[in-house]
């Protein structure tokens, strides 16, 4: 079946540095990517859309100067989180869209937690 | 996006049949409905889809009525394992281009000895 990764698991970053989260389709192509955040205890917050070859498409309230996103080929997209700040700690959780897999058209990947100190 | 309405949180015995169900009257005609399971520090993972009628497959079973404003998702024999939050969302696949997902509050299963 369709797999998606995401790298790192884990991070650990202090205030005010950057870090990046890759997700990867690793036996598909995904035209689009999405990025997701989850608080503890909370439900899965859509923050933007990945589309490949294009600028991504950020939800209502979330700043795209903040969470810089780049889809740059058919397998990777990368989410940057900039000035983190310890309220950017959470699950960023992101999936990918197989349009020629089934009914079913998003795999998700694991997640990684993002601890800001 | 139609919305979804699930319970919050349902607790079970192990070895008993659990069925969630979840709300969704604006569904439209070309949305699926689909449950994603999700463990804790882990991506959700894809259990069942259907459009009507009822989806077996081999972990759960998936009720839809015929006017498919509502759908009950079976977990049949249920174990500790399958203690989660499981998601109800609704949705258009294959449309050309993809849509998103918007996730609701989940329902919380708590399977105990």
Sequence with gaps: GAVVSQHPSWVICKSGTSVKIECRSLDFQATTMFWYRQFPKQSLMLMATSNEGSKATYEQGVEKDKFLINHASLTLSTLTVTSAHPEDSSFYICSANNRGAGPYEQYFGPGTRLTVT | ?113
Excluded at chain 2, 21 to 46: K, L
Excluded at chain 2, 56 to 64: G, K, P, Q, Y
């Design chain 2, 1 to 113: 996006l139609a919305k979804t309405t699930q319970p919050i949180s349902m607790d079970s015995y192990e070895g008993q049949e659990v069925n969630i169900t979840c709300s969704h009257n604006n569904i439209a005609t070309n949305d699926y409905i689909t449950w994603y399971q999700q463990f804790p520090s882990q991506g959700p993972r894809f259990i069942i889809q259907g459009y009507k009628t009822k989806v077996t497959n081999e972990v759960a079973s998936l009720f839809i009525p015929a006017d498919r404003k509502s759908s009950t998702l079976s977990l049949p024999r249920v174990s500790l394992s399958d203690t989660a939050v499981y998601y109800c969302l609704v949705g258009a696949p294959n449309t050309g281009t993809a849509s998103k997902l918007t996730f609701g509050t989940g329902t919380r299963l708590q399977v105990t000895l």
